[in-house]
Each structure stands twice: as C-alpha cells, then as structure tokens.
C-alpha cells in the first residue's frame, strides 16, 4: 500500500498547487472541454446526413466518444503530464535526482505530477455514458459489465505502453519532441472507431500498432459487437506491450549516462 499513498500524497501536492493559481487550472479545463466539444460537434454535424458511420448508430457513436473520454482522462490524470517532462528531465539532468531516490524510478517518473484539471474530463466521459448508454441495445448485459472495466484498463494500458516506449526513447535522444509528437499523430487514428477503416488500415491499427485497443475495442463490448478472438487478442497483446514496455525502460535507463556526461 506504499505507492497507493504516496501517490495520494503526489495528488494533494499537486492540487494544493493548482489551488493556488486557479485561472490557470480553469484554463486547462476549458482547453480540455474544447477538445471534447469538437469531437462531439463534428460527430453530430456528420449525423445530420448520415444515419450511421460505419454501422454505428449516433448514440454508438456517443459510447465510444464517452469511452474514448474517459481512458484520455485517466492517462491524462495519472501519467500524461509526467510523459511531456520527460524529456526535459534527461536533458536538464533533473533524472538524475529520481534515480537517486528512495523510491521506484518507474513509478516516479511517471507518476509524480497528476493532472488535477483532468479529474472534471473523467466526469465528463463517464457522464456522457450514462447519458448514451440506455439509448443503444447492449445485448449482453451482465457480460457487458465485467468486459467493459477490464477493456478499458486495457485500453489506458496500450496508450501507457507506447508512451513509456517513447519517454525511453528520450534516453538516448535527450530530445525526443519530434518522437512524442510522431506518437500524438499516430494516437489520433485511434480516437475514431475502428470500423470506419478498412483493409490494410484496421489491420495496422488492431494488430501492429494497435491504438484500436485504445477506446474501439472496449466500447464494441458494449455494442455486443466483439468476437471472443478480439477479448483475447486485446488481453493477450496488453499484457506483451506492459511487459515489454517496462523491461525496455529499465534496460534504457541503465544506458542512462547522466548530468555530467
């Protein structure tokens, strides 16, 4: 129960901070609530002149909208901020000083700065479910319950995969803006269903770079739209990318030369 406390602990740190310079925090939320705003705009605009996008009906479309919302949030909450500085703490040197402390390197790095503004996008998803939810048929309900959390946690834990990926990367490129920016544009195929795309396009996006994993498959067990290969590709493929992720930070971090160097 250490981590769980002291990341408590990291929260309030983080709140008591934003508490004090509340223009700044209500900035972050409006930027955020655009972002959200726009998908939802452009999506009900598409639906004017279609009845479906993919074969998804509107209010389909709202779950994965809501879905999408809320693994954002909960990246953005726990570990997006820490992914941003990253960099920056292999060049200023700062690292060093994580490594030095008492505590997981991995868990520090990527988890000592919540996002506190990104708390009312998480309410803000889940809000946006409740609404749509009852409007579309889920045709297994009790299925859909135990499937959708466990889909979702997959879905946050691909996005953390590749993000940590890349905060390695920055270990040995010192700058790894261009690379965080490469991820960022590739993550935005993600953030649209899977079944708008087609042929080569899915395949790359479920089985390669399977950002798909991110929001499409956990909101299709809501559909009833998921085939039992689907659930256990996406457990099957989170569980490989986390390891592999973790194992790759460690083994970059041991290459990591220092302030001095």
């Known amino acids: 129960m250490r981590y769980p406390r002291l990341w408590i602990t990291f929260f309030k740190n983080c709140l008591t901070r934003e508490m004090e310079y509340r223009g700044h925090l209500f900035a972050q939320i409006m930027i955020d609530v655009a972002w959200y705003g726009v998908q ?143 991820f960022h544009t590739l993550h935005q195929f993600g953030t649209k269903p899977d079944q708008i795309y087609t042929g080569f396009m899915r395949r790359f996006l479920m089985y390669i770079f399977p950002m798909a994993i991110t929001a499409s498959i956990p909101a299709r067990a809501l559909y009833g739209d998921l085939p039992l290969h689907m659930i256990l590709w996406s457990i099957g493929i989170t569980a490989v990318l986390t390891i592999a992720a973790v194992q790759f930070f460690y083994w970059a971090l041991k290459h990591y030369s220092g302030a001095s160097a």
């Not at 901020?81 to 700062?94: D, I, L, M």
């Not at 809000?127 to 499937?147: E, G």
């Not at 905060?167 to 803006?177: K, N, P, Q, R, Y």
């Open 40 to 182: 939802l705009a452009l999506f009900n605009v598409i639906y004017q002149y279609t009845p479906s996008v993919g074969g998804l009906s509107h209010m389909e479309m709202m779950v994965f909208l809501a879905t999408l919302f809320i693994i954002d949030a909960i990246n953005m909450i726990l570990v997006s901020t820490n992914f941003w500085r990253f960099p920056w703490y292999v060049a200023s040197g700062e690292l060093d000083f994580y490594i030095m402390k008492p505590i997981n390197t991995f868990f520090f790095a990527f988890f000592r700065y919540p996002s506190i503004a990104s708390v009312f996008n998480l309410m803000l998803g889940m809000t946006l479910l409740i609404y749509a939810l009852p409007q579309i048929h889920v045709p297994n309900p009790a299925l859909a319950i135990v499937l959708y959390p466990l889909l979702v946690v997959c879905g946050f834990l691909v996005m953390f995969s590749f993000q940590t990926m890349v905060t390695a990367l920055s270990i040995f490129l010192v700058g790894a803006d261009g690379i965080q920016m490469v």
